[in-house]
């Protein structure tokens, strides 16, 4: 295998390099590519290419591709595999961590521009079932926007809508709606794909299934997602979004795996839920629970506060139409709510438009722009840890290593793993039903005003390795290795399969450079 040198982008300089052009010819891109799109060797392209949200590495690479279509991004890989060394990269809209969309002097396919407006809406079967045909390249907020035009919603989410349906889909997508409908890569029923072989391939889960379940959560490594067909159901209207605060999480954990295990029609429609400080931390604590302005949180209501360092807060959401009665909806969430055992007086809830609900990271994203958090680095940890091993985690980790919190979001919420496809390429931990989806959303200052990236990829370095030393049952979601020795103890019995799949759709690894799991061949 080669050794891939990181190449750290220093703190006190955000500039990209410019590209490098020591170890590849332009030559040895053929000119005759005859694409309807661009190919762009403009430094400004490079520079866009060889950053990303993470903000920690950066290489830039020998040129930026404008596809126009498939058939441009076909002839595209088609090209790279004749020549001598050269590797592409996907790239949606770059919100990767860890440089997954680089490629080190080889091409980046700039996916918003194939043909990322245009989506089609059908209605089949006999109850006119709606599905999106969407572009690999276009937004979620973008197919959000266009399904609700005609009364429709995906099923399932992200958080954050300003990703690629091909990014998302490379990875497995999950939100608060993933207890019930799965992730992501559990709503699709076909794709389009150009594979490492340059072959434009339609496939689903009864034709070609090995490459449409191989490219789910496939991190890349088997083909560039170019059209996706997204099931929908039709959408609600308004969401009566609510959170409520608890002082431990095995009564946390109780309720949230209640709701997650509970019928559809007696459990809300979103489900998910944070740790924060138990301060009054502007970043880290009570202050990032109200939903509304002007909403208060008591901290006088916390039974014996001092011993916990970090509080618990389930986040749900209840869809309901504008024509329901605000009587029916306050008797039905409040009958859920009844169940559960938070703290009486620590619960907040607002009614708000379905769309708005969705997009409400995108508030957030205007706020830490305007600050200049948005743009500093993101060493974020993202991880599945096994519901048994969740109580020891929280013990050595949320209320000990991280008891001071993240400088930001650190989410903890329950999935299913009968809602997840085996069949796809995502890993899961080994054992049981439920999983824990843990994310440490870290934002900072640039440095020296805020903390400094390897001060906070050090932490999350503490944190696996007490995970490791526990034993803990768990996988990194967004996974990011140095090694394919540590790729290979990631993917543990899936890893055979993996290759497999790799030596048949991707053979000479020209794809995906950027995950540095395989090494291009000649
Ligand atoms: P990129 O970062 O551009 O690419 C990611 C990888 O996929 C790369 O290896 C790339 O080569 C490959 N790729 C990209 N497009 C294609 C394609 N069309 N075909 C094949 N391979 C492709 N994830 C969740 O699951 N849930 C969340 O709630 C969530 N919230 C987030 C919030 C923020 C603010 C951010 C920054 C990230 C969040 N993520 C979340 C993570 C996100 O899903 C991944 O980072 C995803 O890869 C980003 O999508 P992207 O379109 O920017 O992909």
Redesign the pocket.
């Known amino acids: 295998m080669i050794a891939y040198a990181e190449r750290f982008v220093p703190e006190n300089d955000n500039e990209a390099e410019p590209p490098r052009q020591d170890h590849h010819d332009i030559q040895s891109l053929p000119l005759d590519l005859q694409l309807q799109g661009t190919v762009d060797f403009g430094a400004s392209s490079a520079a866009m290419a060889a950053r990303?949200?993470g903000g920690m590495q950066s290489v830039s690479p020998l040129a930026v591709i404008r596809p126009m279509g498939v058939d441009d991004v076909a002839r595209l890989v088609k090209a790279v595999l004749c020549s001598g060394d050269l590797t592409v990269?996907?790239?949606?809209?770059?919100?990767?961590i860890n440089g997954?969309?680089m490629s080190d002097q080889g091409l980046v396919v700039d996916?918003r521009t194939a043909e990322a407006d245009r989506f089609q809406i059908l209605a089949e079967g006999p109850n006119g079932i709606g599905y999106a045909v969407v572009p690999?390249?276009a937004l979620w907020e973008d197919v959000l926007r266009v399904c609700l035009s005609y009364g429709y919603a995906p099923r399932s989410y992200?958080?954050?809508l300003s990703?690629?349906v091909?990014?998302?889909l490379?990875?497995?997508?999950?939100?608060g709606q993933a207890f019930r409908y799965g992730p992501q890569t559990s709503n699709v029923t076909e794709l389009e794909v150009v594979t490492g072989n340059g072959d434009i391939v339609l496939c689903s889960e009864r034709e070609n299934s090995e490459l449409f379940f191989a490219a789910l959560g496939g991190?890349?490594q088997f083909?560039?997602?170019t059209r996706a067909k997204i099931p929908l159901q039709p959408a609600p209207d308004m969401v009566r979004w609510v959170r409520v605060v608890y002082e431990d999480l095995d009564s946390y954990r109780r309720d949230a795996e209640g709701l997650v295990t509970g019928r559809e029609g007696e459990s809300f429609d979103y489900v998910e839920g944070f740790v924060f400080v138990n301060s009054n931390d502007s970043v880290n604590g009570w202050p990032t629970v109200a939903i509304r302005p002007g909403q208060r949180f008591d901290s006088a209501l916390v039974p014996n506060s001092l011993r916990h360092p970090v509080l618990y807060c389930l986040e749900l959401g209840f869809n309901y139409r504008r024509t329901d009665k605000t009587s029916t909806v306050d008797s039905v969430v409040g009958g859920l709510l009844g169940r559960l055992r938070y703290i009486e007086g620590l619960e907040f809830q607002a009614d708000v438009v379905y769309a708005d609900f969705l997009l409400r990271?995108k508030v957030a994203e205007e706020h830490a722009k305007a600050n200049g958090i948005w743009d500093a680095p993101h060493p974020w940890l993202n991880m599945f840890v096994s519901a048994d091993d969740i109580l020891e985690f929280d013990r050595l980790i949320f209320r000990d290593v991280l008891k001071g919190g993240v400088g930001g979001p650190v989410l903890v919420y329950p999935l299913l793993r009968s809602k997840w496809d085996r069949r796809t390429s995502v890993v899961l931990p080994e054992s049981g039903e439920v999983f824990y989806l843990v994310a440490l959303l870290r934002f900072a200052l640039p440095f020296p005003q805020g903390q400094s990236a390897v001060q906070m990829v050090e932490e999350n370095k503490e944190v696996l390795r007490i995970c490791d030393e526990n034993r803990f049952d768990y996988k990194l979601y967004?996974p990011h290795y140095k090694s394919q020795d540590e790729w290979k103890a990631h993917f543990g019995g899936q890893w055979a399969r993996f290759v497999d799949r790799k030596m048949r759709f991707d053979p000479m690894a020209v794809l995906?450079p950027?995950?540095r799991i395989f090494s291009r061949s000649f």
């Open positions: 990303d949200f990269a996907a790239r949606g809209n770059g919100h990767s997954q969309a996916m690999g390249g992200t958080d954050y990703l690629t091909g990014g998302t490379s990875n497995a997508g999950v939100s991190l890349g083909g560039i997602i990271v967004l995906a950027g995950q």
